[in-house]
């Protein structure tokens, strides 16, 4: 059986990375492969050096190791960015000449404090490359790289199935209170100052789902405490994703940056409206036709929330079926491993 590595900084519950990458995973075991995972944390093979905080790179031998039953390697964003420079060189220097996805969720010169770094992504002729957005794949092409784009995938036919009465039960909530979901991980970049002032404009309880990351802590606590709405931070033990858009009333996703942003198409499967920032990606599912509210004022969907008109999530669910379904990514990527002469026999 043909065997697939996906290699990763860390494989870990919440970021959009690591849900997408086993989500390919899947995808890849659909086709006939056998995956295992390869990380500094939360994988099947761990090899220290490749996290993102680690200070010494990955020793050679032991990497080549873990690689060395592989007949295809995917590449989750570590050789994207510049997090860990050494354990990226050390991943391109094993992979030289050997089939491997590149899968670009972000690229060094769209993060303002990488964009000085050169040397990424690296590029081989026996590699191939996918972003997750156009915008991407053209900043690669300027660049002298191809880039295949298959946007991330979500499941899009089964019901949502979350546990509203029950979800808001147990955090607290009447049946009259809003709940405004923020379903990301704490970072500058997702703006929580913004999401938190959308809950305060909207009479809303701000539910924030992700950890704080990247030494944020501090600040998430500042902001948290001195917000004048009901704050909710984290999900209670058995709180599933799909119980959380089911007990929300909105959702928002004020970030300045995402490479995808993943509740733009999880707020149309669950049927909850949807209040964003207007960063480049989100430009480029809108162009889809979606119907979206601003994040950056409670007017248009306080609006919405006191008339609602179920026809807006009826065709936000449509245009999720239609062009990012697990379907889609399925068969992009059966394409793009065809045509590189990589699929299983």
């Known amino acids: 059986m043909t065997t697939v590595a996906v290699v990763s900084f860390r494989f870990g519950p919440t970021d959009g990375v690591s849900?997408?990458?086993?989500?390919?995973?899947?995808?890849?075991?659909?086709?006939?492969?056998?995956?295992?995972?390869?990380a500094a944390e939360g994988a099947d093979r761990l090899v220290p050096g490749l996290?993102?905080?680690?200070?010494?790179?990955?020793?050679a031998a032991t990497l080549d190791a873990a690689l060395a039953d592989a007949d295809l390697v995917v590449v989750e964003n570590l050789c994207s960015l510049p997090l860990n420079p050494a354990a990226a060189l050390a991943v391109a220097a094993c992979l030289r000449g050997r089939p491997s996805i590149l899968h670009h969720h972000d690229l060094a010169w769209q993060r303002p404090h990488l964009a000085g770094i050169g040397g990424f992504p690296p590029d081989d002729p026996a590699w191939r490359h996918v972003t997750i957005n156009d915008l991407s794949r053209r900043e690669l092409a300027a660049r002298g790289v191809d880039a295949t784009t298959i946007p991330n995938g979500f499941d899009t036919?089964?019901?949502?199935?979350?546990?509203?009465?029950?979800?808001?039960?147990?955090?607290?909530?009447?049946?009259?209170?809003?709940?405004?979901?923020?379903?990301?991980?704490?970072?500058?970049?997702?703006?929580?100052?913004?999401?938190?002032?959308?809950?305060?404009?909207?009479?809303?309880?701000?539910?924030?789902?992700?950890?704080?990351?990247?030494?944020?802590?501090?600040?998430?606590?500042?902001?948290?405490?001195?917000?004048?709405?009901?704050?909710i931070h984290r999900e209670p033990d058995g709180v599933s994703l799909a119980d959380a858009y089911a007990a929300a009333d909105a959702v928002t996703l004020p970030s300045a940056w995402e490479g995808f942003g993943n509740a733009t198409i999880e707020a149309a499967v669950h049927r909850r409206p949807l209040a964003i920032a207007d960063y480049p990606a989100a430009r480029e599912i809108a162009a889809f036709g979606f119907r979206w509210f601003p994040s950056d004022g409670p007017g248009p969907l306080d609006a919405w929330l006191r008339h609602p008109d179920p026809t807006l999530h009826?065709?936000?669910?449509?245009?999720?079926?239609?062009?990012?379904?697990?379907?889609?990514?399925?068969?992009?990527?059966?394409?793009?491993?065809?045509?590189?002469?990589?699929?299983?026999?």
């Open 51 to 59: 996290g993102i905080a680690d200070d010494e790179p990955p020793e």
């Open 157 to 231: 036919e089964s019901a949502s199935g979350g546990d509203r009465d029950g979800t808001r039960a147990r955090l607290g909530l009447a049946g009259s209170d809003r709940l405004l979901l923020h379903p990301t991980r704490a970072i500058p970049r997702k703006n929580v100052p913004a999401a938190i002032a959308l809950a305060e404009g909207l009479g809303a309880t701000y539910w924030l789902l992700g950890p704080a990351e990247d030494g944020y802590g501090p600040e998430l606590d500042r902001l948290l405490s001195a917000a004048s709405c009901p704050v």
């Open 314 to 345: 009826d065709a936000n669910l449509a245009i999720a079926r239609r062009h990012f379904s697990l379907a889609v990514v399925e068969q992009r990527l059966r394409h793009l491993l065809a045509e590189a002469g990589w699929l299983p026999s």
């Open 19 to 38: 849900v997408e990458a086993r989500k390919w995973a899947r995808i890849l075991e659909r086709l006939g492969y056998r995956t295992y995972t390869v």
